[in-house]
């Protein structure tokens, strides 16, 4: 079975700056990941309570070797609310990375059969606790550290029904087209990776209103962000970056290609 990308999902991806398909992974599959996050989140705050510790913005970041684990915001809080890279805290993490349901559909967007990893991030969206991310770009972010920074798309694996309630992702439609944005400039330390509200049309926000188990595609150039979670529901998501193969990861410096089927 092939999953490549038809003629029109790669001219909608081509314009629009994203594609969605809906309930990739079985429910099975999705409980599985559930529990593989869990635990890999289970293990990041173990791994924090040895890491070096540091703030921006009042919000507390821990870096333990080349993993970093973000804490929600509130004062005191112990909640996890990312983990960059992750794949190496659960085996199934990383066997996901090779899944062709996700490395075909890449594959077609970079324009080589040979693909590796750039990044990996688990968002973690807890009941009325999880923040949510100002509009922003990836790009911005990683153009220091890659000289190929039009060639690292994102997929998000969507691991619980996602909706405006509980804090879904949200893009702006062609925002891509005009490559890297300028930042915000409002004196803060994290402000210069957000998107300055006046380079992109916010009337064009699209909400992935999609169900556990769907695969949201978008461009490293794509603004995106999301709001936060004031549900009862969880809202998790993985986030996983490619790039052409061979070249090192962003946080490592270790190169792990995808493996494909002989």
Known sequence: MSFHLTGSEHRDYRSDGFLVRRRVFSPGEVDELRGAVEGAADLALELSRDGDTYWLDNKRFVDRDHVTIQFEHSPGSNTIRVIEPVHELHTRLDALIDDPRIVEPMTDIIGSEGIAVWTNK???????????FGWHQDSPYWIHDSGHVDLLPNVMIVLDDADVENGCFRVIRGSHLRGCLPGTNDGTQLGGFFTDPGSFDATQAVAMNVPAGSLVFFDPHTVHGSGPNTSEAMRRAL????????????????????STPA
């Open 122 to 132: 688990l968002n973690l969206k807890r009941a009325r606790e999880g923040s949510g």
């Open 239 to 258: 986030v996983l970056t490619y790039q052409p193969a061979d070249f090192p990861m962003l946080k490592s410096g270790r190169v792990r290609n995808v």
